[in-house]
């Protein structure tokens, strides 16, 4: 018991920490159904800890983690990863139809953004429907300086971007979309 008990003291936080971390990051369903992986992983471990150690209270904590984990499990690795799937599948067939081609609505979110020549201006953080019309309203688009702490949220108004790939292109340049005025924190206009 003691070499699993020494096994378990060193995969429990590591575990933990690395889950934390694929949660984190958003990277999509499948890396974030993993991460819950790694939590459950990391919960087990604790849970053997606290039972061998007679911390009931870690024990008990780390057993109800467990649950939540598996959730996580099955929200993300499950349902997520269809819906995604199921999106990509939409996508593909209509590149490989003739018509106007489809993209998820999520899927919007977090992709990069360039100017009309192609630069790189940020990234995509959200898109507003107009719920009458069934389309775009406009686009959120952060850019942030070279660390990533300080960030600045414009609206581009639709008719000014378009999916080009795996990317947003917006229909004007750097300098006209440093003129777009700033949005304010959680005070976001209706529309553009």
């Known amino acids: 018991m003691s070499a699993l008990l020494d096994i378990a003291q060193w995969i429990a936080p590591?575990?933990?920490?690395?889950?934390?971390?694929?949660?984190?990051?958003?990277?999509?369903?499948?890396?974030?159904?993993?991460?819950?992986?790694?939590?459950?992983i990391g919960s087990i471990a604790w849970a053997l800890?606290?039972?061998?150690?007679?911390?009931?209270?870690?024990?008990?904590?780390?057993?109800?983690?467990?649950?939540?984990?598996?959730?996580?499990?099955?929200?993300?690795?499950?349902?997520?990863?269809?819906?995604?799937?199921?999106?990509?599948?939409?996508?593909?067939?209509?590149?490989?139809?003739?018509?106007?081609?489809?993209?998820?609505?999520?899927?919007?979110?977090?992709?990069?953004?360039?100017?009309?020549?192609?630069?790189?201006?940020?990234?995509?953080?959200?898109a507003l429907i107009d719920c009458g019309a069934g389309q775009i309203n406009y686009v959120v688009v952060a850019t942030r300086d070279a660390v990533g702490l300080n960030e600045e949220l414009r609206g581009v108004p639709n008719g000014q971007f378009n999916l080009a790939g795996e990317r947003l292109a917006l229909a004007i340049d750097a300098e006209e979309f440093s003129r777009l005025p700033i949005l304010a924190d959680r005070n976001w206009p209706a529309r553009l």
């Open 14 to 40: 590591a575990a933990t920490m690395i889950a934390a971390m694929m949660t984190a990051a958003n990277l999509g369903a499948r890396t974030t159904g993993w991460g819950f992986v790694v939590f459950t």
């Open 49 to 126: 800890i606290g039972l061998s150690s007679g911390q009931s209270n870690l024990l008990a904590t780390n057993v109800f983690l467990t649950l939540v984990n598996g959730v996580g499990i099955w929200r993300w690795l499950g349902r997520q990863a269809k819906y995604q799937d199921g999106a990509r599948t939409a996508t593909a067939e209509s590149d490989a139809t003739a018509g106007p081609s489809v993209v998820a609505a999520s899927a919007l979110c977090g992709l990069d953004v360039v100017d009309r020549a192609g630069h790189a201006i940020g990234s995509c953080v959200e």
